[in-house]
C-alpha cells in the first residue's frame, strides 16, 4: 500500500483546506451535520412534493461522507469509512421515518389523497366480515386476494355511490385510521415504518452506506493526485512552480514524499517553456533515458533552478 507523506511548508491548501488537522471528535460532528442537511432536505421534498424519494438516501450519504472527512482532516482511512458508514446507517432510518411521519400528517388532515382502488380494498374487508358472520358459501382462490364474490359486492356497493356519498365514505375511512392509529400508537408506527420499507429502500440504503464509506475513505492527497494537482512522476519540476511527487528513499522506498517549490519568476517560466521546446517537449526523465541509452551524460534541467524540500 502506498504511504503518502507531506513536506513541511507545503501549501496543503492546495490538498485540501485543514488537511490533516482532523480528529474523531470533528470527524463525527462532521457526519451527524451532514446527516441532518441531507434528512432536512429529505423530509423538506416530501412535505411538498408528497413522494418519499428513497433515492435521496445516496445524497445523504455522500453528506454524511463530505462531513467525516472534513472533520478528519481529509486523511481517510478504514475507521474513517466505518465511522462515516455507521453515521449514513443512522442518518438514512431517521430520515425515512421523518417522510413517513409526514406522509401519515398529510394522510390524516386530508391532504393525502384516497384513491378508488383504496376504498374499494377497504368496503371489501368490510363484505368479507358481514359475509364470514352471515356464512355465505364463498370461493377462496388464495390468502392475498378476496373471494371473486366479495370483491364483485364491494365494486357493486362502490358504483353505487353518488360523489357525495364517496366522499363522506373517504372522510370515514380517514377517521377511522386516526383513530385507529392513535390507539396503537408506538405498534402503529413501527408496522408502517417496516411495511414502508421496501427493497428499493434497503438497496438505496446500502448504497448510501457505501457512499459515506467510500467518500470518508479515500486520502485527499490521492484525490489531489488524481485529479492532476500534484503528480508522482518523479520528474522536475516546470518553470510554473507546480508541486509534484516522487519515490522516496531509504527503509520507506514503497512511500511518496510531496515536494515543495519556490514559486518561479516569469523571467524563469518563459526559459522553461523555450528549453521544453527546444528539447521536443521530453521530459527530464525521458531525456536522461535516452542519453544513457546513447552513451553520453544526462542533459542538464535547462538552466532552470527549484528549490525542493524532502521529508527524511
Known amino acids: ?11 496543503k491548501g492546495r490538498i485540501m483546506k485543514g488537511y490533516g488537522e482532523g480528529n474523531f471528535a470533528k470527524a ?24 418519499q424519494f428513497g433515492i ?27 465511522l462515516a458508514g455507521s453515521i449514513a446507517l443512522v442518518g438514512v432510518l431517521a430520515a425515512h421515518y421523518g417522510v413517513l411521519q409526514v406522509a401519515i400528517d398529510q394522510f390524516f388532515s386530508g391532504e393525502y389523497e384516497v384513491d378508488d382502488e383504496l376504498m374499494l380494498d377497504h368496503i371489501a374487508w368490510g363484505v368479507l366480515e358481514e359475509f364470514e358472520a352471515a356464512e355465505v358459501e364463498m370461493t377462496y382462490v388464495d390468502d392475498d386476494s378476496y373471494p ?10 362502490w358504483a353505487s355511490m353518488d360523489e357525495f356519498e364517496r366522499a363522506e365514505a373517504r372522510e370515514a375511512f380517514i377517521a377511522q385510521a386516526e383513530t385507529d392509529a392513535e390507539n396503537a400508537g408506538f405498534f402503529f408506527d413501527l408496522f408502517a ?16 452506506v457505501s457512499t459515506a464509506f467510500k467518500i470518508a475513505s479515500r486520502n485527499a492527497l490521492e484525490a489531489a493526485v488524481s485529479r492532476g494537482m500534484v503528480t508522482e512522476d518523479g520528474l522536475s519540476l516546470t518553470g510554473n512552480g507546480s508541486q509534484q511527487m516522487r519515490k522516496s528513499g531509504g527503509t520507506e522506498s514503497s512511500g511518496f514524499t510531496l515536494l515543495a517549490a519556490a514559486p518561479a519568476t516569469p523571467l524563469r517560466a518563459a526559459e522553461g517553456a523555450a528549453a521544453e521546446k527546444a528539447t521536443g517537449g521530453l521530459s527530464m526523465r525521458e531525456r536522461a533515458l535516452r542519453a ?3 552513451g553520453s551524460p544526462p542533459l542538464p534541467e535547462d538552466g532552470r533552478e527549484t528549490e525542493q524540500r524532502r521529508v527524511a
Not at 427493497?199 to 448504497?207: E, H, P, Q, R, S
Request: aromatic share 18%; net charge neutral.
Open 56 to 82: 435521496f438516501a445516496i445524497v445523504l450519504g455522500g453528506f454524511v461522507g463530505f462531513g467525516v472527512g472534513q472533520g478528519w482532516g481529509g486523511r481517510g482511512g478504514l475507521a474513517a469509512g466505518v
Open 148 to 157: 371473486p364474490e366479495v370483491w364483485a359486492e364491494a365494486e357493486r356497493r
Open 28 to 51: 463525527a460532528l462532521g457526519g451527524a451535520m451532514g446527516a441532518a442537511v441531507g434528512a432536512m432536505i429529505w423530509v423538506m421534498l416530501a412535505f411538498f412534493t408528497g413522494w
Open 193 to 208: 415504518y417496516l411495511f414502508t420499507f421496501g427493497f428499493f429502500d434497503l438497496l438505496c440504503l446500502g448504497l448510501a
Open 292 to 294: 544513457a541509452a546513447a
Open 1 to 11: 500500500m502506498t504511504a503518502w507523506r507531506v513536506a513541511p511548508g507545503f501549501p
